[in-house]
């Protein structure tokens, strides 16, 4: 049920009406490709993509970003749905976006003047290779600061706690360990700054930022700008998996609690939306991320943007997930372990603390997610 083989076309609406939403979800990045550009021609859908020259697929397919767009050529009015900015998390942004496609009375009813453009796979790098950083070893959600404004933030408290996050040798319950006491040591915000908040002076290491922008950046203003001229309002939803409690999708805000798109985030959910900068978020402030990036590029345009967080397990072994992947890619490949059992450990690893193989989580994201859509649109559509 829901279920297609390839070349099959004749895929009814009352199919998929009745399909199990956790069958929009895919199992890998070519596949998930496929689903959505085939779910984006049924739908009607005008497709745009960018293909990456430099890297490719572990099978040695070519890797894409990919827009898929709804509605008017010129609306005044924009939903902007992007997935696997971090990789890895793509497995439930391609299901939400690819969904969405095949039910889209449902999860998009788009008022007049509104268009909806969809980038699938933002990072399709890491999205191929099961990691959340690109093919530079970047976190594209710390690359997306203002790099003309000067030198980047620093981070005080990485350096000293590297020999945690970047092991030479890796042993899980060892590193965990140490991990925890520490975060106990420190307390949960010094670790989680020093962790997670992003860094731009260790090019190995876990949160990298880079050092300019990179091909994701390029080629996602590349496809936007030619997207979102003449638009006036825009929404935009950026999907994320990996912080928070198991199947919670948390609607967060990076807008300054002061200015009018925090408030009109707070309207539109009806006060379902939580501030990185008020502090009151799972993710701790940070900068350099995609959607600061897309409101600092289109100054014009009335901006109001979430990313859309979906807990997986707990942040404890996320965390975990994302050094031994780290340290598989650098210290482990240098050995040949990539195409090791113990890689495929590693990246099992990594898929599961990033895309829970449950089907109800699927569920609970797909509702939300829907919510969230259609919260967005009746937004944009309103005064
Ligand atoms: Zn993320």
């Given at each position: 049920?829901?279920?297609?083989?390839?070349?099959?076309?004749?895929?009814?609406?009352?199919?998929?009406?009745?399909?199990?939403?956790?069958?929009?979800?895919?199992?890998?990045?070519?596949?998930?490709?496929?689903?959505?550009?085939?779910?984006?021609?049924?739908?009607?859908?005008?497709?745009?993509?960018?293909?990456?020259?430099?890297?490719?697929?572990?099978?040695?397919?070519?890797?894409?970003?990919?827009?898929?767009?709804?509605?008017?050529?010129?609306?005044?009015?924009?939903?902007?749905?992007?997935?696997?900015?971090?990789?890895?998390?793509?497995?439930?942004?391609?299901?939400?976006?690819?969904?969405?496609?095949?039910?889209?009375?449902?999860?998009?009813?788009?008022?007049?003047?509104?268009?909806?453009?969809?980038?699938?796979?933002?990072?399709?790098?890491?999205?191929?290779?099961?990691?959340?950083?690109?093919?530079?070893?970047?976190?594209?959600?710390r690359n997306f600061i203002d790099w003309a404004a000067g030198a980047p933030p620093?981070?005080?408290?990485?350096?000293?706690?590297?020999?945690?996050?970047?092991?030479?040798?890796?042993?899980?319950?060892?590193?965990?360990?140490?991990?925890?006491?520490?975060?106990?040591?420190?307390?949960?915000?010094?670790?989680?700054?020093?962790?997670?908040?992003?860094?731009y002076?260790?090019?190995?290491?876990?949160?990298?930022g880079g050092t300019g922008p990179v091909?994701?950046q390029r080629?996602?203003f590349?496809?936007?700008?030619?997207?979102?001229?003449?638009?006036?309002?825009?929404?935009?939803?950026?999907?994320?998996?990996?912080?928070?409690?198991?199947?919670?999708?948390?609607?967060?805000?990076?807008?300054?609690?002061?200015?009018?798109?925090?408030?009109?985030?707070?309207?539109?959910?009806?006060?379902?939306?939580?501030?990185?900068?008020?502090?009151?978020?799972?993710?701790?402030?940070?900068s350099g991320t995609?959607?600061e990036g897309i409101e600092r590029r289109y100054p014009?345009?009335?901006?109001?943007?979430?990313?859309?967080?979906?807990?997986?397990?707990?942040?404890?072994?996320?965390?975990?997930?994302?050094?031994?992947?780290?340290?598989?890619?650098?210290?482990?490949?240098?050995?040949?372990?990539?195409?090791?059992?113990?890689?495929?450990?590693?990246?099992?690893?990594?898929?599961?603390?990033?895309?829970?193989?449950?089907?109800?989580?699927?569920?609970?994201?797909?509702?939300?997610?829907?919510?969230?859509?259609?919260?967005?649109?009746?937004?944009?559509?309103?005064?």
């Open positions: 049920m829901g279920k297609t083989i390839a070349g099959e076309t004749a895929v009814t609406m009352s199919d998929d009406a009745a399909a199990d939403p956790a069958g929009f979800f895919p199992d890998g990045y070519v596949a998930a490709r496929r689903a959505f550009l085939e779910a984006a021609a049924r739908a009607g859908a005008e497709i745009d993509g960018r293909r990456h020259e430099e890297a490719r697929a572990p099978a040695g397919e070519a890797l894409w970003m990919d827009a898929a767009r709804i509605g008017p050529q010129r609306p005044r009015r924009m939903l902007l749905i992007l997935s696997g900015v971090h990789g890895v998390e793509g497995f439930c942004g391609s299901g939400v976006q690819t969904g969405t496609l095949r039910r889209l009375a449902e999860a998009a009813p788009l008022p007049p003047e509104t268009a909806l453009v969809m980038i699938h796979a933002v990072n399709p790098y890491g999205f191929a290779w099961l990691r959340r950083v690109n093919e530079d070893n970047v976190d594209l959600n620093t981070n005080p408290g990485y350096a000293a706690l590297r020999p945690i996050f970047c092991p030479q040798e890796w042993d899980a319950d060892a590193n965990l360990a140490a991990a925890d006491a520490k975060r106990a040591e420190i307390g949960e915000r010094a670790w989680r700054a020093a962790h997670s908040g992003g860094q002076e260790d090019p190995a290491g876990i949160f990298y091909w994701s080629a996602l590349d496809l936007l700008d030619a997207h979102v001229a003449g638009v006036e309002r825009l929404a935009i939803v950026d999907l994320h998996t990996g912080l928070g409690p198991p199947g919670h999708g948390e609607r967060i805000a990076m807008h300054d609690p002061g200015r009018p798109a925090m408030a009109r985030a707070r309207a539109w959910f009806g006060g379902d939306v939580t501030s990185t900068i008020a502090g009151d978020a799972v993710t701790a402030p940070l995609a959607l014009a345009i009335e901006t109001t943007a979430i990313a859309l967080e979906f807990g997986t397990i707990d942040n404890r072994h996320v965390q975990l997930a994302v050094r031994a992947d780290n340290w598989l890619h650098g210290q482990g490949a240098a050995r040949g372990l990539l195409d090791d059992p113990a890689g495929y450990c590693i990246k099992q690893q990594i898929r599961d603390a990033f895309y829970p193989a449950d089907p109800d989580w699927k569920r609970a994201v797909w509702r939300r997610a829907v919510a969230t859509q259609r919260a967005m649109l009746a937004g944009l559509a309103g005064p």
